[in-house]
């Protein structure tokens, strides 16, 4: 079992940047794959980054270059700094952990965190 809970969330113009972090409790942090997804509103939750126990990281097309998946296992904590922020970012975003290899899949993911709002500003 692992609880995560997210902050970092917040109002930022586009061009901006946020760091996101998922403080996680419960079992060995290091042994959990990571994950951050995101959901606008009316749309499905979708995978933004993830990052194995190794330090291996995969990301989706639309934030290569501008995010990057980063963790702290001394800290029991995950992070996604956010770059030259767009309004189609506009989102909640959520960390999730799983056991075993990257993955991009929702069903993948066993534990999920309540969810920061991240909102960009034209």
């Known amino acids: 079992q692992v609880q995560l809970v997210e902050s970092g969330g917040g109002l930022v113009q586009a061009g901006g940047s946020l760091r996101l972090s998922c403080a996680a409790s419960?079992?060995?942090?290091?042994?959990?794959?990571m994950g951050w997804f995101r959901q606008a509103p009316g749309k499905e939750r979708e995978f933004v980054a993830g990052?194995?126990?190794?330090?291996?990281?995969n990301y989706a097309g639309f934030v290569k270059g501008r995010f990057t998946i980063f963790r702290d296992n001394a800290k029991n904590t995950l992070y996604l700094q956010m770059n030259r922020l767009k309004p189609e970012d506009t989102a909640a975003y959520y960390c999730?952990?799983?056991?075993?290899?990257?993955?991009?899949?929702?069903?993948?993911?066993?534990?999920w965190g309540q969810g920061t709002q991240v909102t960009v500003s034209s």
């Open positions: 999730a952990a799983k056991n075993g290899v990257l993955g991009s899949s929702v069903a993948e993911y066993d534990y």
């Open positions: 419960g079992r060995t942090f290091s042994s959990w794959t």
């Open positions: 990052i194995s126990r190794s330090g291996s990281t």
